[in-house]
């Protein structure tokens, strides 16, 4: 101890007066340890706080609850929530409330409006194609395979037996697949 216990006083934070919470010298309040927030305050510890506080223009300040150690020997202050004095709590947590609501909301609307954009997209290929198919009558063509369209009545009945036996082939392996499984 570089101190006699004789020595020392405990620590007693100043209180908060006129809604105005006592900060140290960065601009924040240490509540990290057991560390209690300054009298007349709470600490408030919820998503985006702070900046619900700064729109409805309450004093506050942030609450730095401990340190993270990182590799290589780097510490880095951890803040959670803010301080802020005891008369704001009420309207600060309905704000924050609506807020949180509201962007729930537009998260919601967002989703929706990709959704319906993604749906257009869908449909506006469908619509090409079938105007495609319309266009060209690609009902009357089969592709070969060489990009060259054959018109069915100039195939040959062999070509035509062949996928027959190919489709019913397929089909008896259909029933005898094992759970879905690629052979």
């Known amino acids: 101890f ?18 105005v ?11 990290h340890g057991a560390a209690l927030p300054p009298p007349g305050t709470v600490h408030v ?9 700064r729109t409805l223009g309450i004093d506050y300040a942030s609450a730095l609850v401990g340190f993270e150690f990182r ?3 780097k510490t880095t202050p951890k803040f959670e929530g803010v301080v ?19 962007l729930i909301a ?3 609307e967002r989703e929706r409006r990709e959704a319906k954009a993604r749906w257009r997209v869908l449909f506006s290929a469908m619509w090409t194609r079938l105007s495609l198919r319309e266009e060209f009558a690609m009902d009357e063509f089969v592709m070969d395979g ?11 009945e062999e070509t035509v037996d062949r996928e027959k ?19």
């Open 2 to 19: 570089l101190y006699g216990e004789w020595q020392t006083e405990p620590w007693d934070p100043p209180a908060a007066k006129d809604g």
């Open 21 to 31: 919470v006592p900060k140290n010298d960065r601009g924040n309040v240490d509540l």
């Open 45 to 53: 510890n919820l998503p985006r706080i702070a900046r619900v506080a």
């Open 71 to 73: 590799r290589g020997g």
């Open 84 to 102: 802020v004095c005891e008369e704001f709590e009420g309207r600060l947590r309905e704000a924050h409330a609506e807020e949180e609501a509201r």
């Open 106 to 108: 537009a998260k919601a």
């Open 146 to 156: 060489g990009g060259e369209p054959d018109l069915d009545e100039t195939r040959g």
């Open 165 to 183: 036996r190919a489709r019913s082939v397929a089909d008896e392996e259909d029933g005898e697949n094992d759970g879905g499984m690629k052979r």
